[in-house]
């Protein structure tokens, strides 16, 4: 069973967070249940592959909720589209936040998954707030490793600065409202824009009928570089990323080296890894057999690890 719903961002009393809540299918509003936030990958919105692992996640027993971001899908904040990842992360704290008030969640076993960038996201909120008791990820993304240093980790920190160079520029240009709100693509908006067959994966994701979303432009307003490019989704992972961890990834990802990142880092000592054999980064967002597999490693770590 599946509702829509939508709350006041405790983070900001100005935005409205839209979400989907399941829950299980025995649900009685008279018990408590363990409950998992899902969060989307940049550009994405809770109807596409994070509400397709939310449903999933529920058939194990858990009251999942897969939500927009703000400034995003259905959620409400001005301008459209921003993605500052500073914001995205204090999102799954305002999230946990509107979980603690509902009568039939345990609020001492709350997890927290996501996809991407959604999966570095959940990292980073775990860091800072540790009502979340474990985090898997599929795919994840550092969104501010992956601008500075490219796909596949082979740029230099400081061959970004045109980044925030650009970033400004567009904020200057924003204020100045002259041209409307300058954007750019967070994945390839056209076929022959993709550097690899992995990404214009992602093309396909967004931009055809396999996944496209009316709620889900594939663009973020540029202003944003100056948040991600010096933002870190697993900062003092080291010391204070104590939770239990799972990263999904697939064998073909370009973007394992982000999952195997925060894996080393992360102070916990009860960490794994799945590799999916055959599936990329985006084989995983919706593809029934490589979705099946890694839904078959969360069930059972969520139910261990929210008891």
Not at 100 to 128: E, F
Not at 150 to 158: F, L, M, Q, S
């Given at each position: 069973?599946?509702?829509?719903?939508s709350?006041?961002?405790?983070?900001?009393?100005n935005?409205?967070?839209?979400?989907v809540?399941?829950?299980?299918?025995?649900?009685?509003?008279?018990?408590?249940y363990?409950?998992?936030?899902?969060?989307?990958?940049?550009?994405?919105?809770?109807?596409?592959?994070a509400?397709l692992?939310?449903?999933?996640?529920?058939?194990?027993?858990?009251?999942?909720?897969?939500?927009?971001?703000?400034?995003?899908?259905?959620?409400t904040g001005?301008p459209?589209?921003?993605?500052?990842p500073?914001?995205?992360?204090?999102?799954?704290?305002?999230?946990?936040?509107?979980?603690?008030?509902?009568?039939?969640?345990?609020?001492?076993?709350?997890?927290?998954?996501?996809?991407?960038?959604g999966?570095?996201?959940?990292?980073?909120?775990?860091?800072n707030?540790?009502?979340?008791?474990?985090?898997?990820t599929?795919?994840a993304v550092?969104?501010g490793t992956?601008?500075?240093?490219?796909?596949?980790?082979?740029?230099?920190?400081?061959?970004?600065?045109?980044?925030?160079?650009?970033?400004?520029?567009a904020r200057?240009?924003?204020?100045?409202?002259?041209?409307?709100?300058?954007?750019?693509?967070l994945?390839?908006m056209?076929?022959e824009?993709?550097?690899?067959?992995?990404?214009?994966?992602?093309?396909?994701?967004?931009?055809t009928?396999r996944c496209?979303h009316?709620n889900?432009?594939?663009?973020?307003?540029?202003?944003?570089?100056?948040?991600?490019?010096?933002?870190?989704?697993?900062?003092?992972a080291?010391?204070f990323?104590t939770?239990?961890?799972?990263?999904?990834?697939?064998?073909?990802?370009g973007?394992k080296?982000?999952?195997?990142d925060?894996?080393?880092?992360?102070?916990?000592t009860d960490?794994?890894?799945?590799?999916?054999?055959?599936?990329?980064?985006?084989?995983?967002?919706?593809?029934?057999?490589?979705?099946?597999?890694?839904?078959?490693?969360?069930?059972p770590?969520f139910q261990?690890?929210?008891?």
């Amino acid at each position: 069973m599946s509702e829509k719903v939508s709350f006041k961002n405790s983070n900001n009393g100005n935005i409205t967070m839209a979400a989907v809540i399941n829950v299980p299918e025995d649900f009685d509003a008279t018990k408590t249940y363990p409950a998992v936030v899902v969060s989307h990958p940049g550009g994405g919105v809770k109807e596409q592959t994070a509400g397709l692992y939310a449903k999933n996640l529920a058939k194990g027993g858990f009251v999942t909720i897969a939500y927009d971001a703000s400034y995003q899908g259905e959620s409400t904040g001005e301008p459209r589209q921003l993605e500052n990842p500073y914001i995205r992360t204090e999102d799954v704290s305002a999230v946990v936040d509107y979980l603690t008030t509902l009568p039939y969640v345990d609020a001492d076993k709350i997890g927290a998954m996501g996809i991407c960038a959604g999966g570095g996201y959940s990292v980073n909120a775990a860091i800072n707030d540790h009502r979340i008791k474990s985090v898997g990820t599929v795919s994840a993304v550092n969104i501010g490793t992956m601008f500075r240093n490219g796909w596949t980790n082979d740029v230099k920190d400081a061959d970004a600065l045109p980044y925030l160079e650009a970033g400004s520029a567009a904020r200057s240009s924003d204020a100045a409202a002259a041209a409307g709100i300058a954007t750019m693509p967070l994945a390839p908006m056209k076929e022959e824009d993709a550097p690899n067959e992995e990404l214009r994966e992602a093309w396909e994701y967004y931009h055809t009928d396999r996944c496209e979303h009316l709620n889900a432009p594939g663009f973020a307003t540029s202003r944003s570089l100056t948040q991600i490019i010096t933002y870190d989704a697993y900062n003092k992972a080291e010391a204070f990323l104590t939770q239990p961890l799972l990263a999904v990834v697939g064998s073909e990802a370009g973007s394992k080296w982000m999952s195997d990142d925060y894996l080393e880092r992360a102070l916990s000592t009860d960490k794994a890894i799945h590799v999916v054999d055959g599936a990329n980064h985006m084989s995983l967002y919706d593809k029934s057999e490589y979705v099946d597999e890694a839904t078959t490693q969360f069930l059972p770590f969520f139910q261990r690890t929210l008891q």
